[in-house]
């Protein structure tokens, strides 16, 4: 440790990776995947009994409703598990916000499901980086900063949502309310291996357009139907065309057709868009409205268009440019070396930057690998970000400004 004072030392001192190398391997034992309800209530109740040691007040708060398009065009509402919500002096003149996810990408079924070491310093297991690791970071940061006596005009809230892995769609709400004046946000998310955060990120669109059309025989009367499958693949083919620099398109998947001497009436197209700014979104949107009711009139079928632009570009502004020197500096002052750089992935530091508030979203582990069975965590960075965060708390919440 190098530029400290003896306070903020005998703080961080009290960071001990034993404890939270235990915490990381209960919680990863227990599958959390986004759709298994039973495993995110169980993690849930143990997320909620390990902050309870915050002096706050703890809540698990239910899901705002959230509608998918099955395959076969109906609408169905899709229940998601509960969030972790954690308020400490809310009346405080300065408000901070810290955010994680419990969910992991790995269901129920995943063949990915328990923890090995790679070696000494390594451990292999489903979301020990992305993200149960940086939950233990979060916390540990915060139960340290709390030591310090530096936090009394300093209040924050702590959300850990079940469903960031799929868009966070019945937690987006959540987060733009609990975004409303914060002077900042940490995000923990993990950073590379080498320590690199993401800086700048793309956002992310994820859209359903069902198109109804008109059977026929295939032999016939063919001209007498109106194909569905055949609209969904021109449009399929036309918003692919809108990539270029600054908007990468996939149009990922279309549900629908049938037996080969039928016409088909029905058919779904999945598309992602991948747009670098706020002004490609709005263009973006924009081009989809009308290339979809261009479809609409050249194969005369009817298109129903459901989705969103649920994770909004992240920029780097002055403000995040200058939490980021924050974080940077404090850095330096534990002898480690704080870079970033953009990225084509997103989270939701997307929706917390969208509200205007400056984040820094890879505040955990370094690990990498993620969403893969090959994921991994470096051990030795449990304590490494933690400190920094810890560090971090403090020179804000003395500051009590950028």
């Given at each position: ?13 009290t960071i001990q990776q034993r404890s939270m190398l235990d915490q990381v391997q209960s919680w990863s034992a227990v599958n959390s995947g986004s759709s298994n309800l039973d495993g995110l209530a169980t993690t849930a109740e143990m997320l909620a009994d390990a902050f309870s040691v915050l002096p706050g007040e703890v809540a698990l708060v239910h899901p705002e409703p959230v509608d998918r398009v099955l395959a076969d065009g109906s609408i169905k509402t899709v229940a ?323």
């Amino acid at each position: 440790m190098l530029t400290l004072t003896d306070s903020e030392r005998q703080v961080l001192e009290t960071i001990q990776q034993r404890s939270m190398l235990d915490q990381v391997q209960s919680w990863s034992a227990v599958n959390s995947g986004s759709s298994n309800l039973d495993g995110l209530a169980t993690t849930a109740e143990m997320l909620a009994d390990a902050f309870s040691v915050l002096p706050g007040e703890v809540a698990l708060v239910h899901p705002e409703p959230v509608d998918r398009v099955l395959a076969d065009g109906s609408i169905k509402t899709v229940a998601h598990g509960r969030h972790l919500l954690v308020t400490v002096r809310p009346d405080a003149p300065t408000q901070l916000l810290f955010t994680g996810h419990m969910d992991t990408v790995f269901p129920a079924d995943h063949e990915f499901q328990k923890l090995r070491w790679l070696n000494d310093e390594v451990l292999n297991g489903p979301g020990v980086a992305d993200m149960k690791g940086g939950i233990t970071v979060m916390l540990a940061a915060l139960r340290a900063a709390e030591l310090s006596g530096s936090l009394s005009r300093t209040g924050y809230q702590v959300l850990i949502n079940s469903d960031e892995e799929v868009g966070s769609p019945s937690s987006a709400k959540l987060i733009a309310e609990l975004a409303q004046n914060k002077l900042a946000a940490l995000t923990y998310e993990p950073a590379l291996p080498d320590g690199t955060l993401a800086g700048a990120r793309g956002g992310s669109g994820n859209f359903s357009i069902i198109f109804s059309g008109l059977p026929a025989h295939a032999g016939r009367n063919p001209d007498d139907g109106r194909n569905a499958l055949l609209a969904a693949a021109d449009l399929a083919l036309r918003l692919k065309r809108l990539s270029r620099e600054g908007l990468s398109v996939n149009p990922a998947k279309i549900d629908g057709g049938g037996p080969n001497n039928v016409v088909p009436d029905h058919a779904i197209l999945r598309v992602n868009f991948r747009p670098r700014t706020p002004e490609i979104v709005t263009q973006t949107e924009a081009d989809l409205h009308r290339i979809i009711a261009d479809i609409e009139r050249e194969h005369d079928v009817h298109a129903h268009l459901h989705g969103s632009f649920g994770r909004p570009p992240k920029p780097i502004d002055s403000a995040a440019e200058k939490l980021f020197g924050l974080v940077k500096k404090c850095g330096a002052d534990l002898g480690i070396s704080i870079a970033w750089r953009s990225s084509g992935g997103v989270c939701d530091g997307n929706n917390i930057a969208a509200c205007g508030v400056p984040v820094v979203d890879t505040m955990g582990v370094r690990g990498d690998n993620i969403h893969s069975k090959d994921e991994f965590l470096i051990v030795d960075s449990l304590t490494e970000r933690a400190q920094l965060s810890a560090l971090t708390i403090m020179r804000l919440s003395e500051k009590g400004t950028l």
